[in-house]
């Protein structure tokens, strides 16, 4: 019988093939060499098998195959209790399906890898294939799929935005310039501007996709790329419209992420004994800014929240709340971009908000303006330039519903939901400061 002839099993469906003849591929995760049986675990993208050598020649064989080489196996499904998933390949034929792979920088069978998070980084096509590395981006995953659902179900369209635009969306100077055919132009920010247009179209909408921040950060919260979940939505009374749907956002991201990645999750500790997977109340609580720097113990001018304000308040929500999720609205307006809605009735702060998760900025969103009379207003007593912006702010003119939306960063809420310490944990590739490769 050829190879060619066994349709590939994956790992995952062996139980329900004991005795049967099957084909199965993958990476050489383990070999033990033993007096007289050796053992080879090969590793797929549904987990580990383990394959018994009994002769000589098969022991032989196994002896030149190093971790990390691509093999395909034929043998028979054997019963047995000690192996994983309770079963195992016996009289194996081993073909190479490439060359014999070179020496690892580290070992990836142990159940952690001992190399330091830089070294980790710098040789991330082989890191990514431990198993927890490769669980947090199954989560990862995961969040995203629950975050496209749930708007999907609530009427949403999704939408793809330029990532190399014209002007800097947040009216900042932390872009990324590049030449555009002999002119400037910019990494998007975000998709703010293009989002706010989409509502224009359908209404509701929302993106998944790279934004790029050239802020000069080096911390364990921030990257230069990350992947943002944004939505926009009109037809709104004001921001706490907005909040309601990021509220049924995360709530279907975190089921979906219990639904969809639970072995992960089994992996990487979460959950039965370990961190905790959240819980998302039915009514998140709120604090407005003013009362955040109290709560905090901060000056009452200061116009930020700093991280350590950050921590007090999600303390705060986590114990007076049991909540680990706290909103913080109405930020002074001269922190929020020049589209962001003033409170009417406190000019000088927005409808703004901050969603805080487990003590760190998660989300910002917030009401936008929607008059054109507004935006020349507010470009002018900020004493920015109109010509920038000049495209966007006039389609303002051809009739814009109330709206607003927000943004998720999604390394932040997948580290925060895993207990990470480092967003580069649950990265593939992280751009930062210091890190254009691989």
């Not at 000589?56 to 190093?66: G, I």
């Not at 069978?109 to 998070?117: C, G, I, K, N």
């Not at 900025?361 to 507010?378: F, M, P």
């Amino acid at each position: 019988m050829t190879s060619s002839s066994v349709p590939r099993t994956l790992a995952q469906a062996l139980p329900q093939q004991i005795g049967q003849t099957v084909r199965v591929a993958g990476w050489v995760h383990r070999r033990r060499q033993l007096k007289s049986v050796a053992f080879l675990v090969l590793r797929d993208a549904t987990g580990l098998t383990q394959v018994v050598f009994a002769t000589p020649a098969s022991r032989a064989q196994l002896a030149e195959l190093p971790e990390e080489t691509v093999v395909e196996i034929v043998g028979t499904v054997t019963a047995n209790g000690a192996a994983p998933a309770g079963v195992e390949i016996t009289s194996p034929q081993v073909r190479l399906l490439g060359e014999a792979a070179a020496a690892m920088p580290f070992d990836l069978f142990r159940p952690e890898l001992s190399a330091s998070l830089p070294v980790q980084l710098d040789h991330a096509p082989v890191a990514l294939r431990h198993p927890q590395r490769a669980a947090g981006l199954r989560v990862s995953a995961a969040a995203v799929s629950g975050f496209r659902a749930t708007l999907d179900a609530a009427r949403f369209v999704e939408i793809h935005t330029p990532k190399l635009v014209g002007s800097a969306t947040e009216s900042g100077a932390n872009v990324f310039g590049v030449d555009y055919f002999g002119q400037p132009a910019y990494l998007a920010q975000s998709p703010q501007f293009y989002k706010q247009l989409m509502v224009g179209v359908f209404e509701r909408v929302y993106e998944v996709g790279p934004v790029f921040r050239a802020e000069p950060h080096d911390t364990a919260r921030h990257l230069a790329q990350y992947t943002s979940l944004d939505a926009e939505l009109g037809f709104i009374a004001d921001h706490r419209d907005v909040m309601a749907v990021l509220r049924e956002t995360l709530a279907g991201m975190v089921a979906t992420v219990t639904e969809r990645a639970g072995e992960s999750l089994a992996v990487l500790g979460v959950g039965a004994g370990g961190v905790a997977l959240p819980e998302v109340p039915t009514e998140i609580p709120a604090l407005h800014f003013t009362e955040a720097l109290a709560l905090a113990g901060a000056a009452p001018d200061e116009p930020d929240l700093s991280p350590a304000d950050e921590r007090a308040i999600g303390a705060w929500a986590l114990r007076e709340h049991g909540s680990d999720f706290v909103f913080v609205t109405g930020y002074p307006m001269r922190k929020r971009p020049f589209y962001t809605h003033p409170d009417p009735a406190r000019p000088g702060y927005s409808n703004g908000f901050d969603l805080l998760f487990r003590g760190v900025e998660l989300v910002t969103g917030g009401q936008r303006l929607h008059r054109h009379a507004d935006y020349l207003a507010a470009l002018a007593a900020r004493g920015e330039p109109l010509a920038p912006v000049a495209s966007y702010v006039e389609a303002f003119r051809r009739g814009m519903p109330p709206h607003g939306g927000f943004a998720i960063g999604l390394e932040r809420f997948v580290a925060r939901l895993l207990g990470v310490a480092n967003v580069r944990q649950v990265t593939a590739f992280p751009r930062d400061l210091h890190r254009l490769t691989p």
